[in-house]
Nanobody, 124 residues
Framework: QVQLVESGGGLVQAGGSLRLSCAASGRTFSSYAMGWFRQAPGKERDFVARISGNGALTYYADSVKGRFTISRDNAKNTVYLHMNSLKPEDTAVYYC?????????????????WGKGTLVTVSS
C-alpha cells in the first residue's frame, strides 16, 4: 500500500478554480493508477477522475468532464486535480485513491489505498 496525503482544498466562489494535490509515499508510485473521488454530506463517495500509472490514460465522470483535469508527476510522487468553473454542487470532501489496477479506480469499492480527504466548498 501507499500512504496518501491530500492538500489544496478550501473555499472558492462559483466559477473559480482550485488545484488539489495528493502526495504519495513509497518508491513504486508509477505502478499505481491514481484517482480522485468526492463525498458530499449525506451522500455516497463518487468517482471523479482517474489516471494510469504512466499518465497516458485518463477518465472522468460526466459531471466534471471539460472542467476538471487530472495529472501526475511521477518524479514528485504527486497527483493533481485541476478544477475550473467550479459550481456549488462540486462542494464535497475530495479523496485521493491509489490501486495497481487502473480499472478498479472507478468505484469506491476495492480501492487499495485512500487519503483522509480535503474539503472543497464552492459558494454561490
Amino acid at each position: 500500500q501507499v500512504q496518501l496525503v491530500e492538500s489544496g482544498g478550501g473555499l472558492v466562489q462559483a466559477g473559480g478554480s482550485l488545484r488539489l494535490s495528493c502526495a504519495a509515499s513509497g518508491r513504486t508510485f508509477s505502478s499505481y493508477a491514481m484517482g480522485w473521488f468526492r463525498q458530499a454530506p449525506g451522500k455516497e463517495r463518487d468517482f471523479v477522475a482517474r489516471i494510469s500509472g504512466n499518465g497516458a490514460l485518463t477518465y472522468y465522470a460526466d459531471s466534471v468532464k471539460g472542467r476538471f483535469t487530472i495529472s501526475r508527476d511521477n518524479a514528485k510522487n504527486t497527483v493533481y486535480l485541476h478544477m475550473n468553473s467550479l459550481k456549488p454542487e462540486d462542494t464535497a470532501v475530495y479523496y485521493c485513491a491509489a490501486d495497481p489496477r487502473y480499472t478498479v479506480v472507478s468505484s469506491a469499492r476495492g480501492v487499495e489505498s485512500w487519503g483522509k480527504g480535503t474539503l472543497v466548498t464552492v459558494s454561490s
